[in-house]
């Protein structure tokens, strides 16, 4: 089933559940702008420090929301609707978000939309031209989230499997920690990787043959942290192979249990979301094997795949069209799971 992006709404997405401030408009169907403010001096702490995030969020959430309107040159009066993100995330970076939300809905008389972060990461693929169609099977990858999601219709979700430990993203800001590469370690590994022999260490790949759809990576991990304190004296020339030995095996286990999972489950499309979905060699190897078993593969472009107000709007307009809204009693909620129903 195709699913349509609504093209009847005018509708502002705030986003600020962690360390981007952002905010976006998409009207008649299409996006008409998205601007986002990342927080980069958390580099030096090795992650983020809450309420250092919180208080730039209070710097920018004005000016962001203003940008936003001017670049896709409307005023507040031309809005619809407002969706926020009100959960998972950082409480008070979510809060910041959510009573700047509330104050325009309450003063403009518009409705209010609750969006729940790792939802909207799920729904992020129709940002593009290329859309899948219902139902698909949806890999979430960040650094907080690993889940596999058979997704049947906005709103109506089967969990088939997800981490028990680490989320992939963790380990990869972990093992660049190990490696002396800062925060966040991603874009670094990534990049180191592809000088690497992604042979050089064998490492483990946590439940790839288990029959159920299930993760972990804290024991990949573990194994990096050994494997260097038995190796010392690492030349730096071999931190290149280590980082593609790592990548290698963290991507087998994500490829191999989503398309596992889109074959036993008779799904065609198969949808990869989330900060590491930016990946440069989990987007190949999903593309060849998707493609070698006549499956499709949908990613959003990076913009898209981190945290931006443009998946918060998009979800927005999908339950706007549905009915969906909230009133002004809509909480931050730090931790939520995605309302599953089978």
């Given at each position: 089933m195709k699913l349509e992006v609504p093209v009847n709404h005018c509708v502002l997405g705030i986003e600020s559940s962690c360390d981007e401030t952002s905010a976006a408009i998409i009207a008649n169907g299409k996006l008409e702008s998205v601007?986002?403010?990342?927080?980069?001096?958390?580099?030096?702490?090795?992650?983020?420090?809450?309420?250092?995030?919180?208080?730039?969020?209070?710097?920018?959430?004005?000016?962001?929301?203003?940008?936003?309107?001017?670049?896709?040159?409307?005023?507040?009066?031309?809005?619809?609707?407002?969706?926020?993100?009100?959960?998972?995330?950082?409480?008070?970076?979510?809060?910041?978000?959510?009573?700047?939300?509330?104050?325009?809905?309450?003063?403009?008389?518009?409705?209010?939309?609750?969006?729940?972060?790792?939802?909207?990461?799920?729904?992020?693929?129709?940002?593009?031209?290329?859309?899948?169609?219902?139902?698909?099977?949806?890999?979430?990858?960040?650094?907080?989230?690993?889940?596999?999601?058979?997704?049947?219709?906005?709103?109506?979700?089967?969990?088939?499997?997800?981490?028990?430990?680490?989320?992939?993203?963790?380990?990869?800001?972990?093992?660049?920690?190990?490696?002396?590469?800062?925060?966040?370690?991603?874009?670094?590994?990534?990049?180191?990787?592809a000088s690497g022999n992604a042979s050089f260490v064998q490492f483990p790949r946590a439940m790839m043959s288990e029959e159920h759809y299930d993760f972990s990576f804290s024991g990949i991990k573990t194994s990096v942290l050994y494997w260097l304190k038995k190796h010392p004296e690492l030349p730096h020339d071999d931190i290149p192979h280590i980082a593609a030995s790592f990548q290698r095996a963290v991507v087998d286990v994500l490829v191999s249990k989503t398309l596992r999972a889109a074959t036993e489950k008779g799904m065609t499309d198969i949808v990869v979301v989330g900060g590491v979905s930016a990946n440069s060699e989990l987007r190949e190897r999903f593309k060849s094997d998707a493609k070698s078993r006549k499956l499709r593969f949908f990613t959003p472009r990076p913009l898209y795949s981190t945290d931006n107000a443009a998946m918060i709007a998009m979800l927005g307009a999908l339950k706007l069209d549905r009915d969906v809204t909230h009133d002004l009693g809509l909480r931050a909620e730090p931790r939520h799971p995605i309302a599953y129903r089978t």
């Amino acid at each position: 089933m195709k699913l349509e992006v609504p093209v009847n709404h005018c509708v502002l997405g705030i986003e600020s559940s962690c360390d981007e401030t952002s905010a976006a408009i998409i009207a008649n169907g299409k996006l008409e702008s998205v601007v986002v403010s990342s927080q980069f001096f958390h580099n030096s702490f090795g992650g983020v420090v809450p309420e250092l995030a919180s208080r730039a969020h209070l710097r920018a959430i004005v000016p962001i929301v203003d940008e936003a309107l001017r670049q896709a040159g409307r005023s507040l009066s031309s809005i619809e609707a407002i969706a926020v993100t009100n959960t998972p995330g950082l409480m008070g970076s979510l809060l910041v978000g959510l009573n700047y939300a509330k104050g325009l809905s309450s003063a403009l008389g518009l409705p209010l939309i609750g969006i729940h972060h790792i939802e909207a990461h799920i729904f992020s693929a129709l940002l593009e031209e290329n859309r899948p169609e219902l139902p698909f099977i949806a890999l979430v990858v960040s650094g907080g989230h690993t889940l596999l999601v058979l997704v049947k219709d906005v709103g109506d979700y089967e969990l088939l499997g997800e981490t028990l430990d680490d989320a992939a993203g963790e380990a990869f800001d972990k093992v660049g920690k190990m490696l002396g590469l800062g925060y966040p370690a991603g874009p670094a590994i990534d990049k180191l990787a592809a000088s690497g022999n992604a042979s050089f260490v064998q490492f483990p790949r946590a439940m790839m043959s288990e029959e159920h759809y299930d993760f972990s990576f804290s024991g990949i991990k573990t194994s990096v942290l050994y494997w260097l304190k038995k190796h010392p004296e690492l030349p730096h020339d071999d931190i290149p192979h280590i980082a593609a030995s790592f990548q290698r095996a963290v991507v087998d286990v994500l490829v191999s249990k989503t398309l596992r999972a889109a074959t036993e489950k008779g799904m065609t499309d198969i949808v990869v979301v989330g900060g590491v979905s930016a990946n440069s060699e989990l987007r190949e190897r999903f593309k060849s094997d998707a493609k070698s078993r006549k499956l499709r593969f949908f990613t959003p472009r990076p913009l898209y795949s981190t945290d931006n107000a443009a998946m918060i709007a998009m979800l927005g307009a999908l339950k706007l069209d549905r009915d969906v809204t909230h009133d002004l009693g809509l909480r931050a909620e730090p931790r939520h799971p995605i309302a599953y129903r089978t």
